[in-house]
């Protein structure tokens, strides 16, 4: 994966010139960083969501709780729809369900190879979709359930925040494209709680520049900006 993210701005400019809307103009800039278009077309969007809506359905046959989180999660709360100019589709499930996760994934094989297989993190490749691009369509972050003296919290590896599981056990619903999937919060109130703690106050507006997160760093260097902060 080839990634340049030396555009400067003269050049960010024609390019939203060019394009006339913002989010037409994110979708060039990403593409245009890459060897490879990135961003998904509608079309990609319908056969994304034909083979979520199939694996929903076997993750819910084998209990394995699963939310959509980090982008993904903020577009949803944003428009109902996966961000214009995103490349991926991010998920999260429990740690006590990844080995059975992995399993049912490779039970069928028709819909998606597993690229990366790390401790808290899994990255599936869509057999559906036809894209040039080299990249993994669904990133799957693993989070632990972990205990100490202020509580219970989930967390994953050394870049995913900790988040109280007190709110978790019950986790609300939200329409992204033509899917209901589950937030990872229990109701939209606090959906705005954990977006603002994860983007920023500004998270409903776009970014400066989609190559950069809410702190001017590139995304490709820092995932998101995501800091694992103290739990003692």
Known sequence: MKLNID???????????????????YVAIMDSCFVEKVCFTEEDKLKLSNTISKLKEKLEDANIKFWIDWGTFLGAYRSNQIIAWDKDID????????N????????????????????HYVSLKSK??????????IDINI??????????????????????YSHFEKL????LEDLDLLLPCPSL????TLLEDMYGKNFMLPPGNPLL??????????QGGRLNKNLT
């Open 172 to 175: 609300n619903n939200i329409m």
């Open 128 to 137: 559906l979709l036809k894209r040039k691009w080299t990249g993994a369509e």
């Open 189 to 192: 109130s606090s959906a705005e």
């Open 91 to 98: 998920l999260g499930i429990l740690s006590k369900d990844k």
């Open 7 to 25: 555009l400067d701005s003269n050049r960010i400019f024609e390019i939203i010139k060019r394009e006339k809307t913002l989010e037409k103009a």
């Open 143 to 164: 989070w632990d359930k972990l205990e100490n003296g202020s509580g219970t919290f989930l967390i994953g590896g050394d870049c995913l925040e900790p988040r109280s």
């Open 213 to 222: 997160d809410s702190k001017g760093q590139p995304w490709s260097e820092n």
């Open 100 to 119: 059975k996760f992995i399993e049912l994934i490779k039970r069928n094989p028709e819909f998606f190879t597993i690229e990366k297989n790390e401790e």
